[in-house]
């Protein structure tokens, strides 16, 4: 069946009866509230004060609810900071290369040609190395910050949905509605954006969706890896990565809580992603 | 099926080169100079200035560039900044390192992953099928930091079978190696398991539905006949190119796995090289992953042809 023939209706009400879109949904939307009303949660600052040195690595209790780290500050506070952190950085690197790809797959999927080859070639190549490399490559070369990492993801997953978008584009442009529209007389941006576009609206969602999973894998890599920006601002892969080393001393809590985090925000966001690309896919 | 194959490796050659201008490029044209990048901000433009003509980064680009693919060519990759040794060499080590790692990685994930994903097939709609598809959903999109810090708790710290580094003793046996390498390999299995099983599911399910698989079952073959010859031939086809493009992303669980397990393989190389701003061994190392990638596509796509009688009898498509 293709995408065309199941209305809106349709798709909103298989998706609303479908239990991994609650659980998902519940999930991210759980995290996005967290994100936002962090500061409201909790009375300490994430960033830590002064006097925090003298309470370090102390075990969760009703003072810190999950514990202190190894610089003495507040474990939840800064959970709930970092999810803000990767709530930002995630969906916006996920935007600005859906917007670049679909840009790109419309164009090369329209024109075809010679434009279509090259560019192929080039985003080819530039897919057989891992995203996580690519990234650390870029990002040694202008130095790590959030901006950076932001960009460096966008720019990765533009090649991976220009070409879903291509492909799409290419069994489109041959229907009748935009040989209706080249008599016309209309342009090629307009055929591209105005008739082409909405018809292919479908993948487009459901490779924002998951793409949105990967930005955020890859967002906390990086992080953990030590290039996830600003090492001042509050992150879980840096957590993990500077605490990980005292779990052998038994000292769980700074490490357990920011995985946890990890674990069911990315378990929620790729169920919600599933869930959707089954709707468009049945 | 030659022709095939001859055009495939021509587009790998092309896909490589053009990999050698992204990545010469990218080490070279983004802001921030060469000396600058490795020296930091508080050195003085004198020094900095010195280490550029040292590394030969104040050239014209061009010039930079014909020397360094003339490099590539006869295999000379370079000498890393950091470590003061050839590049080639470096990676030499540490791809042996890598491969074990990876190589056991695969033995593990490939049968208990196919044979998940025809189990799902064959029970679909059933609280099994649902069961392993969550799972393997779930392992799938968990980074290979968190699922590794969790099997180090669990059975390196608390029930203290298995080492939590990576790295075996010098002049140890196989078996010796083996255990100290299972640990780290589970992280990449995981994410690999759900991936694998899924396409599987696919494309068992695809095949059952066929007419084919039909006809089989009207025809009075029995159920294990009918799986084994018709579904199972056609089902795990699509499954092997599968199994070969993550070559590729195995390279980027690598970089993870190799600095949380402490592990001298190319990952780890690749992450020291980002760190210290070592573009020579950092652009060597994106290299030989590229060739990798582009080597194991190639041995799928001659895979699928050889094993499929439609491609192999030289039929066009």
Redesign the interface.
């Known amino acids: 069946m293709t995408i065309a023939s199941v209305t809106r209706t349709q798709r909103r009400n298989q998706l609303l009866r479908s239990a991994t879109f609650w659980v998902g949904g519940t999930i991210t939307l759980t995290w996005i509230v967290f994100a936002i009303f962090g500061d409201f949660i909790t009375q300490y600052e994430p960033a830590g004060s002064p006097t925090d040195i003298l309470n370090r690595l102390a075990p969760p209790s009703s003072e810190h609810l999950m514990g202190t780290d190894s610089l003495g500050r507040d474990v939840l506070s800064r959970l709930l900071a970092g999810a803000r952190q990767v709530l930002i950085i995630a969906p916006l690197a996920t935007l600005i290369g859906t917007m670049a790809g679909t840009a790109l797959g419309l164009v090369t999927g329209y024109f075809g040609g010679w434009i279509d080859e090259v560019t192929s070639r080039i985003l080819d190549a530039f897919l057989s190395i891992p995203l996580i490399i690519t990234a650390m490559l870029v990002l040694a070369a202008v130095g790590p910050t959030t901006v950076g990492v932001i960009l460096v993801i966008g720019l990765v997953f533009t090649p991976i949905i220009a070409r879903t978008v291509r492909a799409s584009t290419l069994s489109e442009a041959r229907l009748d509605y935009v040989t209706a529209a080249k008599l016309r007389g209309e342009g090629p941006l307009h055929i591209m954006f105005i008739e082409i576009l909405p018809n292919v609206m479908g993948p487009i969602i459901v490779e924002f969706t998951v793409r949105l999973g990967y930005a955020i894998f890859t967002t906390l890599a990086l992080s953990f890896l030590g290039f996830g920006g600003d090492p001042s601002v509050p992150d879980w892969g840096q957590s993990i990565s500077d605490h990980y080393v005292f779990l052998s001393g038994d000292i769980w809590w700074p490490t357990l809580f920011p995985a946890l985090a990890i674990a069911s925000l990315v378990v929620g966001v790729n169920l919600l992603a599933d869930a959707i690309a089954q709707v468009f896919e049945t | 099926m030659l022709r095939f194959l001859l055009r495939r490796l021509g587009?790998a050659l092309?896909?490589?080169?053009?990999?050698s201008v992204?990545?010469f490029t990218?080490?070279n044209l983004?802001?921030?100079n060469v000396g600058r990048?490795i020296l930091g901000p508080f050195a003085t433009q004198e020094s900095v200035d010195l280490l550029n003509a040292r590394l030969g980064t104040d050239r014209p680009l061009l010039t930079q560039y014909f020397d360094y693919i003339g490099g590539v060519l006869t295999g000379d990759l370079g000498t890393s900044v950091s470590f003061a040794r050839p590049v080639t060499e470096l990676l030499g080590t540490a791809l042996a390192n890598s491969t074990k790692l990876a190589l056991l990685a695969f033995v593990i994930v490939v049968p208990l992953s196919i044979l998940g994903g025809v189990i799902a097939a064959l029970k679909r709609g059933t609280l099994v099928d649902r069961s392993i598809t969550?799972f393997g959903?779930?392992a799938?999109?968990?980074?290979?930091?968190?699922s590794g810090?969790?099997v180090?708790?669990v059975f390196a710290?608390t029930l203290g079978w298995l080492p939590?580094g990576a790295q075996a003793p010098a002049g140890s046996g196989l078996f010796q190696q083996i255990r100290y390498l299972i640990l780290p390999a589970i992280p990449l299995v995981l994410v690999l398991f759900g991936y694998i099983a899924r396409i599987t599911r696919a494309g068992m399910i695809d095949a059952l539905d066929a007419d084919y698989t039909r006809t089989a079952i009207l025809k009075g073959l029995p159920r294990r006949t009918v799986i084994r010859r018709h579904v199972m031939r056609n089902a795990l086809l699509p499954t092997i190119a599968v199994v070969a493009t993550q070559v590729?992303?195995l390279?980027?669980?690598l970089?993870?796995v190799e600095?949380?397990f402490n592990y001298q393989g190319v990952g780890r190389l690749?992450?020291d090289?980002?760190?210290k701003?070592d573009?020579p061994l950092?652009a060597g190392?994106?290299l030989v992953?590229?060739v990798i990638?582009?080597v194991a596509t190639l041995v799928a796509d001659t895979m699928y042809g050889v094993l499929n009688p439609r491609v192999r009898l030289g039929a066009e498509s």
Request: proline share 4%; net charge neutral.
């Open positions: 587009l092309v896909s490589l080169w053009l990999l992204l990545v990218g080490t983004l802001p921030g990048r969550v959903l779930s799938t999109v968990i980074p290979e930091f968190v810090i969790v180090i708790v710290i939590g590729g992303y390279f980027g669980g970089v993870v600095v949380l690749i992450f090289a980002a760190q701003a573009f950092l190392g994106v992953i590229g990638f582009q």
